[in-house]
């Protein structure tokens, strides 16, 4: 009873605790909810996060624990006023923090995984061991499918913070967190502070979000750019003639030429067929003659063409690679073999924006209502509809491809939260949709289970961040009951968020279980221990794009190109990329030489009469050495 009573007589007008920060931050309305909720989740990742393979039991009443308080505020503690006065630079500073947070915790624990984490880390360590910025090369062969602005971003962090999951990962966490940002600050431009908080919640909480701030590939940084330019466009049409829509629109043209030095030519296409679209459809083309289109196009080519040119010069078989090869070929072929049929990319957006994904037909719907006179609504559904749909239709296809889409749906969410009182209409049936995906989901797991014995020994390995995130998907289906069933939309909406961060947060958490699967950084650090200078380290029909970054050396590759056989044709790279007759000639020479291979090869090269000594097994991977090993 006296602890009850000390905590009440230490807790604000509603209830709860209000000292330090808390205290500080519970005037701002809808942001002291964000912040307690985010701030849970992060406690929830930081005591889930472990390298080891299953999580106790101990662990588990804890993260439990955790979500019944989140719960529990959120039921009890009656709804904040929204301060729509409020300084957007008090809310950027507090998002900023909260987001640091959120997806900085743990940034560092899990390897680094292969391919991506481990090409789009190797290429600039390379950049900075060898001081060349202009050809990108991978394992020491010339790689020329992407562009160089995330290289240079990649290498800035190296040789501030040297070589490390969490310097490595740093950047994509940051982009992330400007991201968010961004959708806030447009989200308040256009309907409100309160629209922009919602939107902001509901972007960073979305797993496909949430996760690629975690995972180090490019997708992250493009979708950020094309963001920030498609946003300074839409508000620098709005903003009277002067210094404001001037930087805005300047600014629209730089953000493109970042978003092509990244990822090539979606940076300029994507944002010219969204705006060409919308200009039509609005029939206003009085909006050409003032968006500063010819000077804005020279800044584009200023920022975008010198690194272009450089490379074509230094390497003359660049362009037609890059550009024909890397853009038209990969689009409209299935030349790099990752074809998926057109409606791939329908459960991708529902699972990447679980659970928001219920609210995203009654906020779509609501903004097609009259949408000749709702310039800025439809811009974004034209966004949101012509990237998927652009993506839909390439012959080459990837999860991450639709993460520029999920900015303009959270917007279009926390519009339709906070403009005016929501459709109970709408949110039922955005209620009853998310069952109906919950269960569909549900079926196709249990259909992979019964006949993929690898997701079997996945789910095994994630161990209890499989309950969790089982667990998050039915927390996320009675919070969107809630919110189905209420008139106000500020307590549902705070336990959604709360699940939300529960997810992402849990399934973060879970990841580090299947390093082993994904990263050879155990085998790596193993064989770094014995490795000598002299002593030569060799990949077996495979490529390990990790372990060149783990070892901070150049490996032999045995009977693989892959993505590097337009390299290997540009230069002679024979002293390392090998055929199988000089893999047998230097295995049996009195050289030392190590070799990392799936577990299926070692039984066929040992029936060849080649000696091999197993150091180290990790998943399907071996270690092996030439020799036998020194005890």
């Known amino acids: 009873m006296s602890s009850r009573r000390a905590v009440s007589s230490a807790s604000g007008p509603h209830g709860y605790q209000s000292t330090g920060l808390c205290a500080c931050c519970c005037r701002y309305g809808l942001v002291s909810w964000i912040k307690r909720l985010v701030c849970a989740g992060v406690t929830i990742v930081r005591v889930s996060e472990s390298r080891d393979a299953t999580l106790s039991h101990r662990r588990h009443f804890v993260i439990v624990s955790k979500l019944l308080w989140v719960l529990r505020f959120v039921s009890n503690t009656p709804s904040p006023a929204d301060s729509p006065t409020a300084p957007w630079w008090r809310d950027a500073l507090l998002l900023a923090c909260l987001l640091a947070l959120f997806f900085g915790v ?77 959708v806030y600050g447009a989200g308040r431009a256009l309907w409100g502070r309160r629209a922009g908080l919602v939107a902001a919640a509901v972007l960073a909480t979305s797993p496909l979000y949430y996760l690629m701030a975690r995972i180090i590939t490019l997708d992250m940084a493009v979708s950020v750019f094309l963001t920030g330019a498609l946003l300074a466009f839409l508000l620098g049409v709005r903003a009277p003639p002067g210094r404001t829509r001037t930087l805005y629109l300047y600014g629209f043209y730089a953000l493109c030429a970042a978003a092509t030095l990244t990822k090539g030519l979606i940076g300029l296409v994507i944002p010219a067929l969204v705006i060409g679209t919308w200009i039509v459809l609005l029939w206003d083309w009085r909006l050409l003659l003032s968006i500063r289109l010819p000077t804005g196009l020279l800044l584009f080519l200023a920022l975008a063409a010198p690194w272009h040119w450089l490379a074509s010069r230094a390497n003359p078989e660049f362009a037609q690679f890059y550009f024909i090869h890397e853009h038209f070929e990969r689009y409209l072929t299935t030349t790099h073999g990752r074809y998926q049929p057109w409606w791939f990319f329908a459960p991708v957006l529902i699972l990447g924006m679980l659970p928001w994904i219920g609210l995203v037909f009654p906020a779509l ?14 811009f974004l559904l034209l966004w949101a509809g012509l990237v998927f749909a652009f993506f839909s239709a390439s012959s080459s296809k990837l999860i991450p491809y639709i993460l520029p889409i999920l ?19 709408g949110l039922r049936f955005g209620f009853w949709l998310l069952l109906v995906c919950a269960a569909m989901l549900a079926l196709y797991i249990g259909v992979e289970l019964a006949r993929r014995p690898e997701v079997q020994q996945d789910v095994r390995q994630l161990g209890g961040g499989a309950f969790l995130l089982a667990s998050g998907v039915v927390l996320v289906a009675v919070t969107h009951f809630f919110l189905g069933r209420t008139a106000s939309v500020t307590r549902p909406l705070a336990a959604l968020a709360a699940a939300a961060t529960l997810f992402a947060g849990a399934l973060g958490a879970s990841l580090p279980a299947l390093d082993d699967k994904y990263s050879v950084r155990s085998l790596a650090t193993a064989l770094k221990a014995r490795l000598a200078a002299t002593d030569e380290v060799m990949v077996y029909r495979a490529y390990y794009q990790d372990l060149p970054l783990y070892l901070a050396r150049r490996v032999t590759v045995v009977d693989w190109k892959g993505e590097l056989e ?8 024979s002293g ?19 070799m990392i291979t799936g577990r299926e090869n ?15 097994t990790a998943d399907d991977n071996t270690l092996l050495i030439n020799r036998e090993p020194a005890p």
Do not use: C
Not at 365 to 378: A, H, I, K, M, Y
Not at 566 to 573: A, K, L, S, T
Not at 577 to 589: G, T
């Open 106 to 182: 743990g940034l560092g624990e899990r390897a680094l995984w292969h391919p991506d984490e481990g090409r789009y880390s190797e290429i600039p360590r390379e950049m900075v061991e060898t001081g060349d910025y202009v050809t990108p090369r991978l394992n020491g062969v010339k790689y020329f499918e992407k562009p160089v602005l995330f290289y240079w971003l990649q290498a800035g962090a190296i040789k501030l913070f040297g070589v490390s999951e969490w310097a490595l990962r740093l950047w994509p966490a940051l982009l992330a967190l400007a991201g968010v940002l961004a």
């Open 576 to 594: 390392w990329m090998i055929d199988e007759p000089e893999f047998r000639r230097r295995w049996q020479s009195p050289r030392t030489v190590y």
């Open 365 to 378: 719907r609501d903004s097609l209502t009259g949408w000749r006179q709702r310039r800025e609504e439809l």
């Open 407 to 425: 900015p303009p749906l959270a917007l279009l969410i926390g519009r339709y939260l906070t403009a005016s009182a929501p459709q109970a209409k």
């Open 602 to 616: 070692v039984e066929e090269l040992r029936a060849k009469g080649l000696a091999l000594h197993i150091l180290k």
């Open 566 to 573: 337009f390299g290997m044709r540009q230069e002679d790279v």
